[in-house]
T-cell receptor, first 115, second 117 residues
Framework: GNSVTQMEGPVTLSEEAFLTINCTYT??????LFWYVQYPGEGLQLLLK?????DKGSNKGFEATYRKETTSFHLEKGSVQVSDSAVYFC??????????????FGKGITLSVRP | GAVVSQHPSRVICKSGTSVKIECRSL??????MFWYRQFPKQSLMLMAT?????????EQGVEKDKFLINHASLTLSTLTVTSAHPEDSSFYIC?????????????FGPGTRLTVT
C-alpha cells in the first residue's frame, strides 16, 4: 500500500534560517505529491504540489521537487519567518482520475521559528 | 476559489447526545467529500469517503452507526456523531474534491473542535 514517511520533529529554527523537511514515499504507480500546512487551531491548507517526476512545486518561498529516483519530496525554504511556524504534512494521492482517490498523509512535523 | 467551510467551528455537548457537523463547498461542486479525525499532535485519520447520492465508504475500524454521514447535495455533507462519549472528543476535518480539476487535490475545511463532557 501507499505510505509517506516524514522526518521526526519538532524542528526549531531561528528566523532567516534555512529549512529542510524530509519526506519520502512508497506508492504503486506515479502518485501526485503534496505539502499541506496547518496553522494552530485551523484546518489544512495546500502549500504546494507536484504531479509528475522532476516537477517542482513552489509557493510562499517554499519549494519541493518530485524525485522519482529517490521517492522523495523534501520541502525547503531559504529563509524562514516566525509566521511559518505551523505543522507541515507531506501527502500523496494516487493518479487515478476517480473521485475516491484517497490522500495518504505523513505524521506531520511541527516547525517553530524563533524571532 | 475552492473554499470549504465547516459549521460549527467548536461544539461542546454532553455525553449521550448527538452532534451534527456540516461541510460545505462554497464555490465548486464536490461529488466526493472526505471526513478526517485528528488527535492532538497527530496526523489526520481518514474516517470515511462521502459520495453524493450514495452511501459513504467507511475506513476499517470506524463505526458507521456511530458516525453517520449524509451527502445529499453536491455542496453539502454532514457528519453526525451519535451518542457521543468523551473519547469522541477530537478535531474533525472535512475535505472536498473539485472534479473540474484534473489533479487529485482535496480542499480542506477549517475543522470542528468537538468536546464531549
Amino acid at each position: 500500500g501507499n505510505s509517506v514517511t516524514q522526518m521526526e520533529g519538532p524542528v526549531t529554527l531561528s528566523e532567516e534560517a534555512f529549512l529542510t523537511i524530509n519526506c519520502t514515499y512508497t506508492a504503486t504507480g506515479y502518485p501526485s505529491l503534496f505539502w499541506y500546512v496547518q496553522y494552530p487551531g485551523e484546518g489544512l491548507q495546500l502549500l504546494l504540489k507536484a504531479t509528475k517526476a522532476d516537477d517542482k512545486g513552489s509557493n510562499k518561498g517554499f519549494e519541493a521537487t518530485y524525485r522519482k529516483e529517490t521517492t522523495s519530496f523534501h520541502l525547503e525554504k531559504g529563509s524562514v519567518q516566525v509566521s511559518d511556524s505551523a505543522v507541515y504534512f507531506c501527502a500523496l494521492s494516487d493518479r487515478r482520475t476517480g473521485a475516491n482517490s484517497k490522500l495518504t498523509f505523513g505524521k506531520g512535523i511541527t516547525l517553530s521559528v524563533r524571532p | 476559489g475552492a473554499v470549504v467551510s465547516q459549521h460549527p467551528s467548536r461544539v461542546i455537548c454532553k455525553s449521550g447526545t448527538s452532534v451534527k457537523i456540516e461541510c460545505r463547498s462554497l464555490d465548486f461542486q464536490a461529488t466526493t467529500m472526505f471526513w478526517y479525525r485528528q488527535f492532538p499532535k497527530q496526523s489526520l485519520m481518514l474516517m470515511a469517503t462521502s459520495n453524493e447520492g450514495s452511501k459513504a465508504t467507511y475506513e476499517q475500524g470506524v463505526e458507521k452507526d456511530k458516525f453517520l454521514i449524509n451527502h445529499a447535495s453536491l455542496t453539502l455533507s454532514t457528519l453526525t456523531v451519535t451518542s457521543a462519549h468523551p473519547e469522541d472528543s477530537s478535531f474533525y476535518i472535512c475535505s472536498a474534491r473539485d472534479l473540474s480539476r484534473q489533479v487529485n487535490e482535496q480542499y480542506f475545511g477549517p475543522g470542528t473542535r468537538l468536546t464531549v463532557t
